[in-house]
């Protein structure tokens, strides 16, 4: 392998850890709420613009921004799960898709009118600046990226292992009846769920903001890159969404170098074809 | 009876629209009756046999494109390349079903696959150059008068009775399959597919007949949008956005119903219609602006009738004892 083609899979595996953190999102939304988030990457792209503003009319970098943008975006999720998407979790999934679908044609229009078709990207002082290890070049916006996805995907995993509040939201997912009743609030920890999922999209919208520019049509693009991820790694299952993101990030660049990178969602459907023909549990997922 | 009625008031209604409709409303009616005849075929997969498809997309771009090709390549009559679209269709269909249901892949799993190959070969269409790639696929145009049905060149007109046969057409095959041996199998594996497997009937097969007929008929919807519109672009033909236009129709109407798929393009159509003829009004277009509204107004229905606008209205009427279509 040339030293070329090295930088390329490590810069993929960097990019892959931030879709990992945007995949953790909607695994957790879907593995407890067990609604598909078919709006997730037009959440991640109203993500984008809000670390967009804050860097171009505050001038905050992104990466400072990121932990309010969560924040605001934990509070949308938890409201628009106790206002709207609570009263469909028990209706069958085509209504759940129309719902979600209906609110991503809300968002992305809403963004075309406030922002305009045009794409918008950051530039940061170290947008330039690169590590040199041996022959190896790393940027350090994607270094930095990355070590945060990977941080808040780790400290997501502990939370839900280690904190009572975790383990309550994962009764839910195990066995519905059995936490209703044990006496466990299903509604809150509905709704603090997907408060976590776009909490997750918030992370990492603000920091995809500094690796790729945002316009309108990148929200759809994002939806069917989680998605993919999610299937791939195996719904539910964490470490495969951390697994799975790394793997499409290095498909992706693999495929720009071999071939055209236009071509590079074709090849990420590819794999989720096979994935979804051989083995729908995912490649880390428990057998259903 | 009231329903055979209202239907025959209806056809009659549709089929005497253009004494009175100008070109505009003729080019309204015209796609209530394309989204009604999409949304019917899409129907027999979903509210039928229950399996959901969230990439329809993909069949009527088969469709589209083959036909097209032949058309624009080697000047192959439009009524010759829709029998090859379909035939493309259905293979796609039946390759996907088989594939799907073989596998056990079910529920969102079963629609994520086939949302997955409708964008897969919608980036394998913007590389295909001789298909004219992103840039799009151009139909010639010699002219707009006569009738031709053979090559499926002609007056407007021409096309809006064709979608009106087409449309009067699904309707009636939608009738006779829910009264079939197949359309029982269908209904019995919606409900539960477990048990019909018990019963003894073939659910695998009872399911492939339903992609295979649903994609055909979605495919030649395909042709006839091409040969109308005379232009095709992959990002729209197999997009996402046109899925879920197909899909629109039947849900907002009343999913597995016969009238639903109707009812639901007759209010979606002028809804989008209105919407673009307020904000022209108001002078205030910015891009964007049309489609929000539509997505709130859509936001509205899907919260407030979530079983779909028909059986509600068919309530309300009250002929819900006289057999259901």
Same mark, same amino acid.
């Given at each position: 392998?040339?030293?070329?083609?090295?930088?390329?899979?490590?810069?993929?595996?960097?990019?892959?850890?931030?879709?990992?953190?945007l995949a953790?999102?909607?695994? &957790?939304?879907?593995?407890?709420?067990?609604?598909?988030n078919?709006?997730?990457?037009?959440?991640?792209?109203?993500?984008?613009?809000? *670390?967009?503003?804050?860097?171009?009319?505050l001038?905050?970098?992104?990466?400072?921004?990121?932990? =309010?943008i969560a924040?605001?975006?934990?509070?949308?999720g938890?409201?628009?799960?106790?206002?709207?998407?609570?009263?469909?979790?028990?209706?069958?999934?085509?209504?759940?898709?129309?719902?979600?679908?209906?609110?991503?044609?809300?968002?992305?229009?809403?963004?075309? +009118?406030?922002?305009?078709?045009?794409?918008?990207?950051? #530039?940061?002082?170290?947008?330039?600046?690169t590590?040199?290890?041996?022959?190896?070049?790393? %940027?350090?916006?994607?270094?930095?990226?990355?070590?945060?996805?990977?941080?808040?995907?780790?400290?997501?995993?502990?939370?839900?292992?280690?904190?009572?509040?975790?383990?309550?939201?994962?009764?839910?997912?195990?066995?519905?009846?059995?936490?209703?009743?044990? $006496?466990?609030?299903?509604?809150?920890?509905? *709704?603090?769920?997907?408060?976590?999922?776009?909490?997750?999209?918030?992370?990492?919208?603000? +920091?995809?903001?500094?690796?790729? %520019?945002?316009?309108?049509?990148?929200?759809?693009?994002?939806?069917?890159?989680?998605?993919?991820?999610?299937?791939?790694?195996?719904?539910?299952?964490?470490?495969?969404?951390?697994?799975?993101?790394?793997?499409?990030?290095?498909?992706?660049?693999?495929?720009?170098?071999?071939?055209?990178?236009?071509?590079?969602s074709?090849?990420?459907?590819?794999?989720?074809?096979?994935?979804?023909?051989?083995?729908?549990?995912? =490649?880390?997922?428990?057998?259903? | 009876?009231?329903?055979?009625?209202?239907?025959?008031?209806?056809?009659?209604?549709?089929?005497?629209?253009?004494?009175?409709?100008?070109?505009y409303?003729?080019?309204?009616?015209?796609?209530?009756l394309?989204?009604?005849?999409?949304?019917?075929?899409?129907?027999?997969?979903?509210?039928?046999?229950?399996?959901?498809?969230?990439?329809?997309?993909?069949?009527?771009?088969l469709?589209?494109? &083959?036909?097209?090709?032949l058309?624009?390549?080697?000047?192959?009559?439009?009524?010759?390349?829709?029998?090859?679209?379909?035939?493309?269709?259905?293979? *796609?269909?039946?390759?996907?079903?088989? =594939?799907?249901?073989?596998?056990?892949?079910?529920?969102?799993?079963?629609?994520l696959?086939?949302?997955a190959?409708?964008?897969?070969?919608?980036?394998?269409?913007?590389?295909?150059?001789?298909?004219?790639?992103?840039?799009?696929?151009? +139909?010639?145009?010699?002219?707009?008068?006569g009738?031709?049905?053979?090559?499926?060149?002609g007056?407007p007109?021409?096309?809006?009775?064709?979608?009106?046969?087409?449309?009067?057409?699904?309707?009636?095959?939608?009738?006779?399959?829910?009264?079939?041996?197949?359309?029982?199998?269908?209904?019995?594996?919606?409900?539960? #597919?477990?048990?019909?497997?018990?019963?003894?009937?073939?659910v695998?097969?009872?399911?492939?007949?339903?992609?295979?007929?649903?994609a055909?008929?979605?495919s030649?919807?395909?042709?006839?949008?091409?040969?109308?519109?005379?232009?095709?672009?992959?990002?729209?033909?197999?997009?996402? $956005?046109?899925s879920?236009?197909?899909?629109? *129709?039947?849900?907002?109407?009343?999913?597995?119903?016969?009238?639903?798929?109707?009812?639901?393009?007759?209010i979606?159509?002028?809804?989008?219609?209105?919407?673009?003829?307020?904000?022209?009004?108001m002078?205030?277009?910015p891009?964007?602006?049309? #489609?929000?509204?539509?997505?709130?107004?859509? =936001? $509205?229905?899907?919260?407030?009738?979530? %079983? $779909?606008?028909?059986?509600?209205?068919?309530?309300?009427?009250?002929?819900?004892?006289?057999?259901?279509?």
């Amino acid at each position: 392998m040339s030293i070329d083609l090295i930088n390329q899979v490590i810069t993929g595996l960097l990019t892959g850890l931030v879709y990992s953190l945007l995949a953790l999102g909607l695994s &957790v939304i879907f593995g407890v709420v067990r609604v598909v988030n078919f709006a997730h990457g037009e959440m991640t792209a109203l993500a984008m613009y809000g *670390a967009w503003a804050l860097a171009t009319y505050l001038d905050l970098d992104p990466l400072v921004g990121m932990p =309010l943008i969560a924040v605001v975006m934990f509070v949308c999720g938890y409201g628009l799960q106790r206002g709207l998407v609570d009263s469909f979790v028990s209706k069958p999934e085509h209504m759940q898709f129309i719902l979600m679908v209906t609110l991503a044609i809300i968002m992305v229009n809403a963004s075309l +009118l406030a922002f305009g078709p045009d794409a918008h990207g950051i #530039q940061v002082s170290y947008g330039f600046d690169t590590y040199e290890i041996g022959p190896l070049l790393i %940027d350090k916006v994607r270094l930095l990226s990355a070590a945060a996805a990977l941080t808040i995907s780790l400290l997501l995993m502990g939370f839900f292992r280690l904190t009572l509040m975790g383990k309550a939201i994962r009764a839910c997912a195990d066995n519905l009846v059995g936490a209703r009743v044990i $006496g466990l609030d299903v509604k809150r920890l509905y *709704a603090v769920t997907f408060g976590i999922g776009t909490a997750c999209v918030g992370a990492a919208g603000a +920091l995809l903001s500094l690796l790729i %520019d945002v316009m309108p049509a990148t929200g759809p693009e994002l939806t069917l890159l989680s998605f993919i991820i999610v299937i791939v790694g195996g719904l539910g299952s964490m470490t495969g969404a951390l697994l799975g993101g790394m793997l499409i990030g290095v498909s992706e660049v693999l495929a720009g170098y071999f071939l055209m990178p236009s071509m590079k969602s074709m090849f990420s459907f590819a794999i989720l074809i096979l994935v979804l023909v051989l083995r729908p549990q995912g =490649l880390l997922g428990a057998r259903r | 009876m009231k329903q055979h009625f209202a239907l025959i008031a209806l056809l009659v209604l549709f089929a005497l629209a253009p004494l009175a409709a100008g070109p505009y409303l003729l080019s309204v009616l015209m796609l209530v009756l394309y989204m009604a005849y999409l949304g019917q075929a899409w129907n027999i997969m979903m509210g039928f046999a229950g399996q959901l498809s969230l990439g329809h997309s993909l069949y009527g771009g088969l469709g589209a494109y &083959v036909a097209a090709a032949l058309f624009a390549q080697f000047g192959v009559p439009g009524a010759l390349g829709l029998v090859a679209g379909v035939a493309v269709a259905v293979a *796609a269909g039946a390759a996907i079903g088989a =594939l799907g249901f073989r596998f056990g892949v079910k529920g969102v799993y079963f629609a994520l696959l086939t949302i997955a190959f409708a964008e897969f070969t919608r980036v394998l269409f913007e590389h295909i150059p001789g298909l004219g790639g992103p840039g799009g696929l151009f +139909l010639p145009v010699a002219s707009r008068s006569g009738v031709d049905l053979l090559y499926l060149r002609g007056h407007p007109l021409m096309f809006y009775y064709l979608i009106l046969a087409m449309t009067a057409g699904i309707f009636l095959l939608c009738r006779r399959l829910l009264d079939s041996r197949l359309g029982f199998y269908w209904l019995a594996v919606r409900e539960d #597919q477990e048990a019909a497997a018990a019963l003894g009937i073939n659910v695998f097969r009872a399911k492939l007949w339903a992609v295979m007929l649903s994609a055909g008929l979605t495919s030649a919807g395909g042709v006839f949008f091409a040969f109308y519109y005379n232009s095709l672009f992959p990002a729209q033909a197999f997009g996402m $956005g046109r899925s879920i236009d197909i899909i629109l *129709a039947p849900i907002v109407g009343g999913l597995g119903t016969l009238f639903g798929p109707i009812l639901g393009a007759l209010i979606l159509t002028p809804l989008g219609e209105v919407i673009t003829w307020g904000t022209e009004a108001m002078g205030y277009n910015p891009a964007g602006l049309k #489609q929000l509204c539509y997505g709130l107004a859509m =936001l $509205g229905i899907v919260k407030f009738r979530p %079983d $779909g606008v028909w059986p509600w209205l068919r309530r309300r009427l009250g002929w819900d004892g006289e057999g259901t279509p």
